[in-house]
């Protein structure tokens, strides 16, 4: 439960930070900051149809100890004006606290899995590993396979370095592709991990806000010279063979995306990438650091399953979140996308 207090406060959640929004343009997405009293949300407005989109906010909206009921209805209202001018048919939102009966008065319903874009959410279950205890306690919760494949990357003579460059960007990116052939998972376009990298890492492309579009704010949760994102990359020789993309915001760090290829893999350089960047949160004075998704323990055949299996054996504990729910501001289109995404899963089996 303390370690869903810290992941649900306003400075600690890059989701819902100014950074993100940042990102976001870059992106030529459009977003705002709706405020009602005692309640925040970033939403971002994604296409879905020729002139029809939808509204998210992922790991939001965000409630003071405070909010009531009645505060959330206030900012729904401001939703759903803002929807009309918009032309939003739905609103995704994933709260960290709300209970979901609550949610059910407003006319949410739970994300079903043949929802319209229903791949655009968060994980309902994460890992997450207090980063505040000495390495010594890290590494002995560990497995022992885990520890063992830390020490072989180094013996082996593994190197992780940072990612500075577009370059780098671009070794990360090639990783994916690599990763893609193998199966079982589809990345990101180039463009996405770029500009991710050049708005919250080392690059100088802070994007585009339309400051008219939602409510200016200063950023919080970003230390005064130090990066929001970090990428690290792991080598044997001067050659790459894995990177992972990790951000680094006020308390906690998030692990938010990994790439390895098809050589060396035998050098566990994956272990070795995961050390640095829990090393790095420590570094940083993070209290947690998120692994950002595992599948549930008793689906096996979960299509998250292998990558589970890693993360879990780096020890921590397991956090689930109420998922995410829909707001259906246009019935009847929500419906006809819906049947839609129904249709083309079938078509794909």
């Not at 032309?87 to 994300?111: C, S, W």
């Not at 992780?160 to 990763?179: C, H």
């Not at 960047?277 to 998704?293: H, M, P, S, T, V």
């Amino acid at each position: 439960m303390e370690m869903l207090k810290i992941l649900s406060q306003k400075s600690n959640n890059i989701f819902q930070s100014d950074a993100w929004a940042d990102f976001q343009a870059g992106l030529k997405r459009k977003s705002w900051v709706v405020k009602g009293d005692n309640v925040q949300g970033l939403v971002l407005k994604y296409p879905l149809y020729k002139d029809k989109y939808y509204f998210f906010s992922p790991r939001g909206p965000l409630m003071t100890k405070g909010a009531k009921l009645q505060d959330l209805k206030l900012f729904l209202r401001k939703v759903e004006h803002l929807a009309k001018e918009e032309n939003a048919v739905f609103y995704r939102i994933e709260p960290y606290v709300l209970d979901q009966a609550d949610i059910y008065k407003f006319g949410f319903r739970k994300m079903a899995k043949h929802a319209p874009v229903s791949q655009q959410f968060s994980p309902d279950n994460t890992l997450v590993l207090d980063t505040s205890r000495p390495e010594e306690k890290i590494l002995a919760d560990m497995k022992p396979k885990w520890r063992y494949n830390i020490n072989l990357a180094n013996r082996k003579g593994i190197k992780v370095r940072e990612g500075i460059s577009e370059k780098d960007i671009k070794i990360f990116y090639e990783l994916t592709k690599e990763m893609e052939k193998r199966g079982g998972y589809k990345g990101h376009e180039y463009e996405y991990y770029k500009k991710m990298f050049e708005v919250l890492g080392n690059g100088s492309d802070k994007g585009e806000r339309d400051s008219s579009a939602r409510t200016p704010r200063a950023s919080v949760g970003m230390t005064e010279g130090k990066d929001v994102l970090k990428l690290f990359i792991a080598e044997y020789e001067g050659q790459p063979l894995a990177a992972i993309l990790v951000s680094y915001f006020d308390q906690v760090a998030t692990y938010l995306h990994g790439a390895s290829g098809n050589e060396q893999r035998e050098l566990m350089p994956t272990y070795a990438l995961q050390w640095a960047a829990i090393r790095e949160a420590k570094n940083r004075n993070c209290r947690l650091y998120d692994f950002w998704g595992v599948s549930p323990k008793d689906e096996k055949n979960h299509l998250w399953a292998g990558i589970s299996r890693f993360k879990r054996g780096f020890g921590g504990e397991e956090v689930s979140f109420g998922g995410a729910y829909d707001m259906a501001f246009d019935g009847k289109y929500y419906k006809l996308f819906s049947t839609a995404n129904r249709f083309r899963k079938l078509m794909k089996k």
